[in-house]
């Protein structure tokens, strides 16, 4: 059970009102389904009526990751159904709900319900971050860290550098380790330009300092 007993109750006294407010139309019937749904979920212990309430609220980004979030662990109806969940994280990311930017990013950097794709996860990761969602820093910055080593697998130095700065950007400061693997193969300009697709200069001009004495 999730909810107290004195939760329960009061929220009970509540469901016919806002059963109203969302058999009628517009903003407020969508956001009373919304809500219904979460009271069904979280407090009156039915996923089946939670997601019935939370369908009634159709495009509600809120409702539409809530309804992910049931497809992903099985509590819909059926069993656990990843491609539908990360197609909810989407549509609900699309409408700007940052929560789902953070889940459709993990869905993408881990080939969950989707192709594995380290640059729509980074994107959706980013996006999360600069929404407010700090634990998603740590993950960008493994996305970051998947895009340089695709990248200097295939000897593209410049952007495996790009993306190892970008790490640092994200708080992890191993990236610089990975660049002095192969920073031979690149001219100080080229040192500067990763930097700068990272978002960063200055990255460039301390590394070069730290490797080669100057700032290039």
């Known amino acids: 059970m999730h909810g107290s007993a004195e939760a329960r109750v009061e929220l009970e006294s509540l469901v ?3 059963e109203v407010i ?3 139309g517009g903003v407020d ?3 009373a389904a919304y809500v219904l749904g979460g009271a069904e979920m979280n407090v009156l ?5 939670a997601l019935a309430w939370f369908e009634r609220a159709g495009d509600h980004a809120g409702a539409l990751r809530t309804r992910g979030f049931l497809a992903q662990h099985g509590r819909d109806g059926g ?3 990843l491609v539908r969940a990360a197609q909810l994280y989407e549509r609900a990311a699309v409408l700007g709900d940052v929560v789902a930017e953070l889940n459709i990013g993990l869905c993408y950097l881990d080939g969950s319900g989707v192709s594995l794709d380290a640059a729509t996860a980074l994107r959706w990761l980013e996006a999360a971050a600069e929404h407010g969602k700090a634990n998603a820093r740590g993950y960008a910055a493994r996305a970051c860290e998947l895009l340089g080593d695709q990248a200097a697998a295939a000897r593209d130095f410049v952007h495996a550098a790009r993306w190892y700065f970008r790490m640092l950007v994200h708080g992890r ?3 610089i380790h990975a660049i002095h693997g192969f920073v031979a193969e690149l ?3 080229e040192v500067l330009h990763a930097a700068e697709l990272a978002g ?3 990255l460039g001009t301390t590394a070069l300092s730290a490797w080669r004495g100057s700032g290039g």
């Open 79 to 81: 069993a656990p159904d």
């Open 173 to 175: 400061a191993d990236g």
């Open 22 to 24: 969302a058999s009628g």
């Open 45 to 49: 212990d039915s996923d089946v009526r």
């Open 200 to 202: 960063d200069r200055s």
């Open 16 to 18: 016919p009102a806002l």
């Open 29 to 31: 019937a969508v956001e």
């Open 187 to 189: 001219t100080d300009a």
